[in-house]
């Protein structure tokens, strides 16, 4: 995957070493050096980075041929249009938004994902309930697989604050952080043919032992905070929440109803296929939801997050904050729910 905004000239194998250290402009204005250390103390250089506004991608082969250093593999900046994409969150989907209420449409993940752009940030969201302080009552119609849990917090804490009365559809999936931005509702209503799943907050870690220890405190801080949501509105005590959380537990209408989640259920609902689930490794997701819908482009598979992509973002952390990562054996999310 290229690199947003510099070119990577990688002049040594990254396997080689054990961790690593970046220093900016080493050799330059523009131009960056990612240090690999190995076990031994040992420094080379492993990688050079061109800044894409200062060099195109012939000048920084030069520089390096200038300076005697072999490229053993060369990456492009990623376009920028790409990196657009990942600075600005989509805009919201506002409807009926005339008198005294308006209606958003939450069919998106949660946050907005850095690579490919795609998602709804809890900054735009907030920015669009500040416009509605006027009205009566705010409808959030949802079909959201998750996302990310600061920003699920951040879309909780910006709903049950807001002057309105705040009714939440669930026109089809809820699943994960979506399950805590639902309970902002004063009033939730569920399709009798929707689901609704809970499970705990997922991260990945890169450091030491002790590293490690402190991600596990932070997943569990963040799983508090996930049950003090739920317990707005469920009747469930937080030890059920905590044990249905650690079963990844999926719920029917009726099954939602009773454990208080929603207030009302409505008739079914037919929506389109707008979210490819598979990509987010929920281990009992519904048999239906992961068989392939031919409606579906072609070209979904671009936005899946593959191990291999997740071993070359891991890489890239490696040389921007100078730890050694281990890539999981199964693809996952960044401190996501």
């Known amino acids: 995957m290229p690199y947003p905004g510099e070119h990577?000239?990688?002049?040594?194998?990254?396997?080689?070493?054990?961790?690593?250290?970046?220093?900016?402009?080493?050799?330059?204005?523009?131009?960056?050096?990612?240090?690999?250390?190995?076990?031994?103390?040992?420094?080379?250089?492993?990688?050079i980075r061109f800044n894409a506004d200062k060099f195109t991608p012939e000048e920084a082969k030069k520089w390096c041929a200038d300076h005697d250093y072999e490229i053993l593999e060369f990456e492009?900046?990623?376009?920028?249009?790409?990196?657009r994409l990942a600075k600005n969150s989509k805009p919201i989907t506002v409807r009926n938004q005339d008198g005294d209420s308006a209606e958003i449409l939450l069919y998106d993940v949660i946050g907005t994902d850095p690579w490919s752009g795609e998602g709804t940030s809890a900054k735009a969201f907030a920015e669009t309930m500040n416009g509605f302080k006027s009205k009566k009552s705010v409808t959030i119609r949802m079909n959201c697989p998750g996302g990310y849990v600061h920003e699920g917090l951040a879309m909780y804490n910006t709903l049950i604050n807001h002057p309105a009365k705040i009714n939440v559809i669930i026109d089809g999936i809820v699943a994960s952080m979506a399950t805590v931005v639902a309970m902002a509702g004063d009033s939730v209503t569920m399709a009798k043919n929707g689901l609704f799943m809970i499970h705990n907050p997922w991260g990945f870690c890169m450091g030491d032992a002790d590293a490690m220890r402190l991600e596990a405190s932070i997943m569990e801080k963040m799983k508090e905070s996930i049950i003090i949501g739920y317990q707005r509105k469920s009747t469930l005590s937080a030890q059920a929440l905590s044990d249905a959380m650690d079963a990844e537990t999926w719920l029917n209408a009726d099954g939602a109803k009773a454990a208080g989640f929603v207030d009302e259920i409505s008739g079914e609902m037919k929506i389109a296929a707008s979210i490819d689930m598979e990509k987010f490794g929920y281990r009992k997701m519904p048999k239906a939801l992961s068989e392939k819908s031919e409606e579906k482009p072609a070209n979904s598979e671009d936005f899946k997050i593959t191990l291999a992509n997740y071993r070359r973002r891991l890489e890239l952390a490696e040389a921007e904050w100078g730890v050694r990562a281990v890539a999981p054996s199964v693809s996952g999310g960044g401190s996501g729910a």
């Open 76 to 83: 492009e900046a990623a376009p920028s249009n790409l990196i």
């Open 8 to 47: 990577a000239a990688r002049i040594k194998d990254p396997a080689g070493f054990d961790r690593f250290r970046r220093e900016n402009d080493k050799f330059g204005t523009g131009i960056d050096v990612i240090w690999g250390i190995t076990t031994d103390g040992t420094t080379e250089a492993q990688s």
